[in-house]
């Protein structure tokens, strides 16, 4: 599933190891971390005090989601295909990994948000 | 019950007023009393009259929307008991609607004293008695017979009762009488005894209700009134029908006519030594706008003590009198008995949080859950419930405050233009903080936090969030009361 | 200090983030530590000393030269743990203390053959015991099969009539326990002048003056010891052997690597091992071609040339066309600068790569098998007689060595039958 999504916008890559090893597990990690992160700012801060809980809160949080997504990619490609450097389609996994964070973090907010206490409105 | 409250001349509608910031505030009342103010002036452009009027207006319309199924929470609660108008109860045998005001027309009427009496078409002996008994001197304005009715008795007594006399044909008391049918329903007059509208209705209402014609439910049912005897001074106006220096005089004359005439279950006996603050000499009118006094606000407790007392409470006529812990001109809530104390005060500090909440707290922090949960960013500034609410807590009740504080006694116990922590002026919330850590008292982040945690809580029971909002107000203000704790009752 | 809080907050974050960025998340694939560099625990000569040798050693033969020269050669391999240890055996081990130099020297002057006849099999179990454990155990022998003197007096036609049979089973039954223990043998042969005297299959002396006798090496040891010890001796010895082979226990090679960029032909297919997946498009004018890595050596030496490779390596693919195009070695791929990190580190684990074409493909899936059979080499057979009794039957010739190799080799035979075995599934 990961892989089609993936594959969709860069295309493939010879390398069976991302399709092998990268794609579902940076997806899937991804799509975890996003979830815990969206779960630790509704419903941990969220719920515990008013003070991470504004629309500004929520951004930085994205903005750092956003970094973990690209950066997770980049990591974990450049592990797996043991490359010393970022090549372009590790960029554009990473651009791709970066996107599926943003709409999961997105799509997380607006249902854990619910459960939050402080920040139920935020961002929406 | 029913609770029917006549509220006669400018002092009964101060008092009003004062009840109305009572009851928005949670005083103590029975859980099914209905209060039915009639408001009794011939004249109709009274200032007091019309602020008593806005209150009770918006009263009724916050009260509306915040309890849509018609039942408060508690007792306490604020907006707790219903106001409704005479015109919209239901009149058995009243062939005339009366419309749905708290003030309804006294007398078809339009004119002097002299029309009123049809002096024109009076034979000469009629008219010579008439010159003995009214000043027909030549002032135009001050001359008895030439006094311009709507804006009322000014002070005369001997006019008003005149008036009054014809109340029993006027469609309000026809459509009141047919109103009347239950047997718990209770009567109270509020009335001055020094005015010239009060004194007069007063006794005319009571005989009116005590005659033996009357229909039994009236006859039997359980009646009180708080009379109200002066507690201020006007300056001096020339140009004034209104004499002040016969208010004392006046007084005397009715309390012995009240002695052997007036059979009430509970009668209330209130009054003050003027103080330095002089009111101003208008002969009624939209120029009659008197501050508010401490005195009015008790005189609006014994409304509230009537109604608290329980069918079995009355035995034969009683009277009461208020007297204060001590004879300060400057009063703050330790001066007063435990009774007002636990019934009336308590309730104000929380309504003040609240007021505070609502007016200060919210409208800066609109970007917050708990708000955007309640719509308040778009309706806090257009929505009727909402507009209403903030032009009652911010600023009739606080005018009300302002206004006993500015008086003389000086009745001054809450300090709205600091922050929460200084609201309550005996009692300064102590904040024991240390290296920024620590109890701040009520911050805008104790707030935050209390609203956040109770406004979801109140999503399931309350799901309109006008209803949602009161009740929130209500538990805010309750967490800033835990807050304060105790005050002290000890005088020193 | 709800600042104080934020930036607290904000501080833990951007740690978490660099720490997700900084450590490897990627399971960690079984990384090539670089091959552990084989070492020989000891290198063990043991120099056949029973009487039927001495002809060897007399006078100047190139035995003498060939073994002095493998055993000073022998001593110079390296990596070894342990100093080279020299030993004299017929009937009985025993060790020679004397060292290299003192060996070489006693092989031109003291009579060292003076040993009782003994038995092949027998010498083959006490050089076994040092083939174990990473030692390498080298054999010089005539090896030439015989039953002890009793049984010949007994029957002078015993070595003909049951070489076969008893004694092929003997040796045999010894070579079987050692690649039971995975040990490997490889065998040399050379030739030398031979003077003294020769025991025919009957027992029976003659006496030769410098005619050619054919004599034997035997390296014996665990694969990768072994691999080392003939590559090595293999590059320093000057005297060629006249023939080799090599007697393999490593197991099957089934594994491989698949390369995706490497000599790849075709567009659209994708390596995913063991399948190549979207084989579509492929025509014969349009074929696709990919590569395989695979580590072939623990092979025996010839098995690993491209010439045995290319003639041996069986392709079958069902219905479908696909051909071996190209064997290289590892060291001959070119282009490899080119290679991402992990078709270079395939590489680095590979011998040899392998390209096959895919030509036409009918199926949806066609399953490809390659093999590469056992296959010994045979010149023992024409360097093998029966009868020695006459200079003409025997010339360059041993008794009874088609049965010794028939033995070893049927020990080595068994099982397997393939030096390699690959699967893969072409899928369009």
């Known amino acids: ?124 | ?492 | 200090m709800i600042r104080t809080r934020f930036s607290l907050v904000l501080l833990l974050t951007f740690g978490a983030a660099w720490w997700f960025s900084g450590c490897n998340l990627a399971p960690q694939e079984e990384t090539p530590t670089a091959p552990k560099a084989d070492t020989i625990r000891q290198i063990n000569v043991f120099l056949e000393t029973s009487a039927s040798m001495n002809g060897y050693l007399r006078g100047s033969t190139e035995f003498k030269d060939i073994v002095s020269e493998l055993v000073t050669k022998a001593a110079q391999i390296e990596p070894v743990r342990q100093p080279l240890a020299l030993y004299t055996i017929d009937k009985d081990l025993k060790p020679y203390s004397g060292g290299v130099n003192a060996f070489n020297e006693g092989l031109a002057t003291t009579p060292l053959a003076t040993g009782k006849s003994s038995e092949l099999h027998r010498i083959f179990e006490q050089v076994g015991a040092k083939a174990r454990n990473g030692e390498v155990a080298l054999l010089i022998s005539d090896c030439v099969l015989s039953f002890p003197d009793a049984e010949i007096r007994k029957n002078p036609e015993i070595n003909r009539t049951d070489a076969s049979s008893v004694l092929k089973n003997a040796i045999n039954q010894q070579f079987a326990q050692l690649r039971k223990d995975t040990i490997s043998a490889s065998v040399y042969a050379f030739e030398s002048a031979f003077n003294g005297t020769y025991y025919d299959y009957q027992n029976k002396k003659q006496t030769l003056n410098g005619e050619k006798r054919p004599f034997y090496v035997w390296a014996i040891g665990k694969q990768r010891v072994l691999t080392l010890f003939n590559q090595q001796l293999q590059e320093r010895l000057n005297a060629k052997p006249e023939h080799r082979l090599d007697f393999g226990a490593g197991k099957t090679v089934t594994d491989y690597d698949l390369f995706f960029t490497l000599n790849r032909q075709g567009e659209n297919w994708e390596a995913d091992k063991p399948a190549i997946n979207n084989l579509k498009k492929v025509k014969p004018d349009a074929p696709a071609e990919f590569a395989i890595g695979v580590d072939l050596s623990g092979l025996p030496t010839y098995a690993q040339t491209e010439d045995f490779l290319t003639k041996n390596l069986v392709v079958s693919a069902g219905n479908a066309r696909v051909k071996l195009v190209k064997v290289e070695e590892r060291d001959d791929v070119k282009d490899t600068e080119r290679l991402k990190a992990n078709e270079s580190r395939m590489l680095s684990e590979s011998s040899h790569v392998l390209t096959f074409r895919v030509s036409q493909l009918f199926d949806a899936q066609t399953p490809v098998t390659i093999t590469l059979p056992v296959r010994y080499d045979t010149w023992y057979v024409g360097q093998s007689t029966m009868d020695d009794r006459t200079p003409e039957n025997r010339q360059g010739k041993t008794f009874a060595l088609e049965h010794l190799m028939n033995g070893v080799r049927e020990a080595y035979e068994t099982g397997a039958g393939s030096f390699l075995k690959l699967s893969i599934t072409l899928n369009q």
């Not at chain 1, 092998?20 to 940076?26: I, Q, R, Y």
């Not at chain 1, 500004?56 to 974990?76: E, K, N, R």
């Not at chain 2, 006008?466 to 105790?486: N, P, Q």
């Open chain 2, 1 to 492: 019950m029913k609770l029917f409250l006549f509220a006669i001349g400018g002092t009964g509608a101060r008092v009003l007023r004062s009840l109305t910031m009572l009851l928005a505030s949670g005083a103590k009342t029975p859980a099914d009393l209905t209060i039915v103010p009639i408001l009794l002036d011939m004249d109709m452009q009274n200032g007091d009259t019309a602020r008593a009027l806005d209150g009770v207006e918006l009263y009724r319309t916050i009260r509306n929307s915040a309890y849509p199924n018609g039942k408060a929470p508690d007792t306490r609660a604020f907006f707790a008991a219903p106001m409704q108008s005479l015109g919209t109860l239901q009149s058995d045998g009243a062939q005339e609607r009366i419309g749905d005001s708290f003030l309804p027309q006294l007398t078809e009427h339009q004119g002097t004293f002299e029309t009123f009496l049809n002096v024109s078409t009076m034979d000469d002996i009629d008219r010579e008695l008439l010159k003995t008994l009214y000043d027909n001197s030549a002032r135009p304005t001050s001359a008895e017979l030439k006094l311009d009715l709507s804006v009322g008795f000014k002070g005369n007594p001997n006019i008003g009762s005149v008036v009054f006399n014809a109340l029993e044909d006027a469609p309000l008391y026809r459509y009141f009488v047919g109103a009347f049918n239950n047997d718990t329903d209770r009567i109270f007059i509020i009335s001055s005894i020094f005015g010239g509208t009060g004194s007069s209705g007063f006794p005319q209402l009571v005989k009116l209700l005590q005659d033996p014609s009357q229909k039994t439910p009236i006859r039997n049912a359980r009646k009180g009134a708080v009379t109200v005897m002066p507690y201020f001074a006007l300056d001096e106006n020339s140009q004034s029908a209104i004499d002040q220096n016969r208010f004392n005089s006046k007084t005397k004359a009715a309390l012995s006519y009240y002695q052997s005439q007036i059979h009430l279950d509970s009668l209330y006996y209130i009054g003050d030594k003027p103080g330095a603050k002089l009111y101003a000499n208008v002969e009624g009118g939209a120029k009659q706008t008197n501050n508010a006094h401490v005195v009015e606000m008790l005189a609006a407790e014994a409304v509230l003590d009537f109604a608290n007392r329980s069918a079995g409470e009355f035995a034969g006529k009683t009277y009461y009198e208020y007297g204060l812990r001590r004879d300060d001109r400057n009063l703050n809530l330790v001066h007063f008995a435990d009774a007002t104390y636990q019934n009336v005060l308590l309730s104000l500090v929380r309504f003040s949080y609240a007021s505070k909440f609502y007016v200060d707290y919210i409208p800066a922090n609109l970007r917050e859950s708990f708000a955007k949960s309640l719509n308040l960013p778009q309706q806090l500034g257009t929505g009727t419930y909402y507009v209403a609410l903030t032009k009652f807590m911010g600023d009739l009740y606080r005018r009300w405050l302002a206004e006993m504080a500015d008086n003389d006694r000086r009745f001054d116990p809450f300090n709205f233009a600091t922050d929460f922590n200084g609201l309550v002026r005996e009692k300064q919330i102590e904040t024991k903080t240390f290296m920024g850590f620590g109890d701040k008292g009520i911050t805008d982040s104790f707030l935050l936090n209390q609203a956040g945690d109770i406004e979801p809580k109140l999503m399931a029971p309350y799901p309109q969030p006008e209803a949602r909002l009161m009740h929130l107000l209500m538990a805010v203000a309750d967490r800033c009361t835990e807050k304060l704790g105790d005050l002290n009752r000890q005088l020193v």
């Open chain 1, 1 to 124: 599933m990961f892989t089609a999504l993936y594959e969709l916008f860069i295309g493939k890559n010879p390398d069976p190891t991302y399709r092998n090893a990268v794609f579902t597990s940076v997806g899937t990690l991804t799509l975890l971390i996003m979830l815990v992160l969206a779960a630790l700012f509704y419903l941990l801060l969220g719920r515990w005090r008013a003070v991470f809980h504004r629309t500004s809160h929520w951004i930085l949080t994205l903005v750092i989601a956003l970094i973990i997504g690209f950066s997770l990619a980049i990591s974990y490609a450049k592990d797996a295909t043991g490359e010393p450097s970022a090549d372009s389609y590790m960029y554009g996994f990473a651009g791709v990994n970066l996107l599926w964070a943003l709409i999961v973090f997105v799509g997380a907010s607006a249902l854990f948000r619910r459960g939050s206490v402080y920040a139920r409105h935020t961002p929406f």
